[in-house]
């Protein structure tokens, strides 16, 4: 089942999108300019092989519900996102403030 839903963080609106999978639950928020997601997110790929995309996400493990991945602590980012002032331990509902137009 997909399940697409407005959230606000501090007047900011983004979409949370869930998608139930078997035995797991693929997460992600975002809004024009990024997204944080669960552990399904290869940074490593994206900073890699995606680079000229130029990509702004960052990844926190270990999260089973929107709640969790907003509070989680992001376990890594990509340049972009670093660029956007995002870091590792940042939690990801701070990490999605970040994520505005340069």
């Given amino acids: 089942m997909l399940e697409m839903t407005p959230i606000t ?3 900011e609106t983004f979409i949370a999108v869930t998608l139930k999978l078997p035995k797991t639950n693929f997460m992600a928020v975002t809004n024009d300019v990024g997204y944080i997601m669960c552990g ?7 900073n890699a092989k995606l680079k000229e995309r130029k990509i702004v996400a960052g990844r926190a493990v270990g999260v089973r519900t929107i709640e969790q991945l907003l509070e989680a602590p992001l376990e890594s980012v990509t340049l972009e996102a670093e660029e956007l002032g995002i870091t590792v331990g940042m939690k990801g509902k701070d990490a999605l403030l970040k994520m505005k137009y340069k």
């Fill in 9 to 11: 963080i501090k007047n």
């Fill in 40 to 46: 399904a997110l290869d940074v490593g790929l994206l």
